[in-house]
């Protein structure tokens, strides 16, 4: 079964892609993980995304803090890539609960 929850992140472009194969494995490891504090990577209709999962629900407040999260943790992992706040998405995905 599963449920559908908010995602806030950037879509992975080609140049974002091999930019994050190219940094070190260990930093990828400690900001990448399937974990609420961390980035995660997501598939969705065949887009793949970097972000945060924001739950079912969220305020304008909680979401306008948890896009700052994600732009700052995605701009220390691709310090060479540009990537603006305005490549944030919200996006609606399925989620095995």
Not at 37 to 47: G, R, S
Request: proline fraction near 4%.
């Amino acid at each position: 079964m599963y449920s559908t929850q908010l995602f806030l992140g950037v879509p992975l472009t080609a140049e974002k892609a091999e930019a994050l194969d190219k940094i070190n494995p260990s930093l990828r490891a400690l900001l990448i993980k399937d974990h609420d504090a961390c980035l995660t990577e997501v598939i969705w209709n065949d887009n793949k995304f970097l972000g945060k999962f924001a739950g079912k629900f969220m305020d304008l407040q909680e979401l306008e803090l948890l896009k700052n999260n994600v732009y700052s943790l995605i701009k220390k992992l691709l310090p060479s890539v540009d990537v603006s706040e305005g490549e944030i998405v919200l996006v609606a995905i399925p989620k095995d609960e």
